[in-house]
């Protein structure tokens, strides 16, 4: 008898027909095994109320859509720098244009509240500026002939002494030197930038920037 | 903090201020607090466009930061319930439009959209915009009339200020009190008409109190309340104890101090005319207001005309009770929702005597009783009765309801369909893009022709380029979009609901 406790030949795996009658299945009511996952929307059982449409709901939903107009106008939308997709076309220049002119703006924000890393760097556009100044021919031409002259005087000068041709000199020099002056003086400006360039410390963030390049693959 | 509440902020994110912003506030959403360098790596995004929208999300009160560990850098942390407020911007305007008029309403919408501002930046700005608009008839005079009413009744509050603790590079922001400000009109005056703004020098920010809004929502709904169930004389009376209230006690508390009837006689009387059955029968509308008024009013003594005192914290339970109730209708069917209340009114109640009161078919009850089980709609509490003669050890199931349970349930159910809607939306919207794309510079177009005023053929040649169908299209899009939107107001009704029945403490 041991073992027999309870129901005989496992008979206990399944529900006897009286359980099954207990829990409200009748005889036949097995269905058959569903083998494929429910559907992904349901239909609905019941149909939702409509929705109030009145003049206050009409105006929440104008106020609503130009308020999202807005901020999609505004710098708070974040966009990432405009790309092409390698072909050019002629378009491209008039709509980068608009759009980078979009990008360019900063959002304008409390800086005090803002944390020092999230206020906007002093930009150093003039530093191209300056470039540009000197990648210019015209100054490059005006440089050699000043330069030129100021040579040619030095040579006159053992051979021919006339008052008026020193004076000329004299004022040239005068003025190099001053343009010479205005340079480092532009030079310090620069690199003093806003107390928000000043990077007073290193947080070690810039620590694995480098790393950024890893994703071309190793060098062989 | 929840799965569902993560989806909704992000959907919202993305709506409002696009793919990058969304990405950075779900990472944020996710990982809790973190600094910039942690959000590039896991996000993988530029460290600019990080920085860009770690700016947008703390210029509108999205995010805060904290100093870290170290005290050099900054850790970022996700405010979920300020992004669900964005949905309700609109309803903030139409509260000002319809109490304060359109003035009101221009002020409280460009300081939505500048989330901080200065007072006098603000003012000018709104006139130089309304400047031509004769209809309107803007002037800086009453904008700023209208601005200093709106701070004194506490609809705009000052901007947190930014504090450099010592040896910490990170500010601290620290809320102050708002002092009625005195603003000078000349220089304003100048500055308009000038077109500079950089010149006005005031460096006192502001921005909106949504809790005084939300305050006025509660009141609003609390008298509405009472004037579907009551009468509107009812909810008139309803309307002077919550003001009598506002006076007395914490505006937000559960059950307000004892308020005076005398005053509330006095009150009803100075409207005598307007209401002549208010102040006829003034002592009996208290009567039904304490009875039958869903307990938001209870009378606590008798001395000097009779104490009353008014329970906000058990309106919102009131409410929240009937929403269930409603949502399980609409849900499920009138008959589980017969066994809901059938539970509710019983608190702990076993199956059987479920299936003999509610007077439905065993079969059919137990399966509804089982399907309200699985929505979490009610709950079951194992009873084990001690091992008795028989040697089994039968258990007793009590169903019963546990509020505060169900009402997270519902929520998270609210914030389940609300994302769902901006989904939908969203691909609504990219699928018809290039339609609506289409249409909105025809529009465009139309309208510059109009201006230069062109002759009708013309302009009838450019509408023409939209074919019918496209407009049968585009008018099915606006359709379903609208609806979608209303929707998103709906829900947003609903979780201020939940939102209030959460503030106070479940008992």
Known sequence: ?220 | MSHQLGRVVSAILQRYFGDIVQQVGSDLFTYGSKPIGMIVKTTGLARSLVIDSLRTLLKFDLATFEPSANELIADYKLIPDNVLLLIRYPRYLLQMKSKYGSEAELLVEELLQQATCSASVLLVTIATKYKDDKEKNITILKLKEMFISLVTAGYIQQAPVAELKEGSEVPTLVPVATIVPDIEIRPLIQAMSSGDTSELKDNIYWRVNYDRFHLDFRDEIMIKAITRRIDENAGELMRFLLEQMYLKSPAWAAESSPLCALELRERCRGLAAERPLLHQYVDQYLKVLEENGGGFVRRVGDSGGGQLCVRAGLAARELVLAALDHTVTERLGSKAARIFRLIRARKYIEEDDIQKNAMLVNKECKQLTYKLLEEHFISVQPMRKAASSGGLAKAVYLYHIKLHDVSQAAQELCYRSLHNVLRRARSTRTAHARLRDKLRRVRTIVHGMRLRGEPQRNIDDVEETLTPPELAVLQDVEKQLKQLSTAELELDRNLFLFKWYFMYPEK
């Open chain 1, 1 to 220: 008898m041991a073992g027999r406790g309870r129901g005989r030949g496992g008979s206990n795996l399944s529900f006897t027909h009286d359980q099954l009658q207990a829990l409200g299945i009748a005889r036949g009511d097995n269905t058959s095994q569903v083998l494929i996952p429910p559907p992904l929307f349901p239909k609905l059982e019941a149909k939702p109320l409509p929705l109030t449409s009145d003049a206050a709901t009409d105006y929440m939903l104008i106020v609503k859509d130009l308020f999202i107009e807005y901020l999609h106008e505004s710098p708070a939308y974040v966009k990432r720098k405009t790309k092409t997709d390698g072909i050019e076309r002629y378009s491209d220049k008039y709509k980068m244009l608009a759009l980078d002119a979009k990008n360019n703006k900063v959002l304008d924000c409390v800086w005090a509240n803002m944390p020092v890393e999230l206020r906007p760097q002093a930009k150093r556009t003039q530093v191209s500026n300056r470039k540009r100044k000197f990648a210019d021919q015209d100054a490059i031409d005006k440089r050699l002939l000043t330069l030129e002259k100021k040579e040619n005087q030095d040579d006159t000068d053992e051979t021919v002494d006339t008052a008026e041709n020193e004076k000329a000199a004299k004022t040239q020099e005068v003025n190099d030197d001053e343009e010479i002056e205005d340079e480092q003086e532009e030079e310090m400006e620069m690199d003093d930038g806003t107390d928000y360039a000043n990077n007073y410390f290193d947080n070690g963030e810039e620590y694995d920037e480098e790393d950024d390049n890893l994703d071309d693959g190793p060098v062989y």
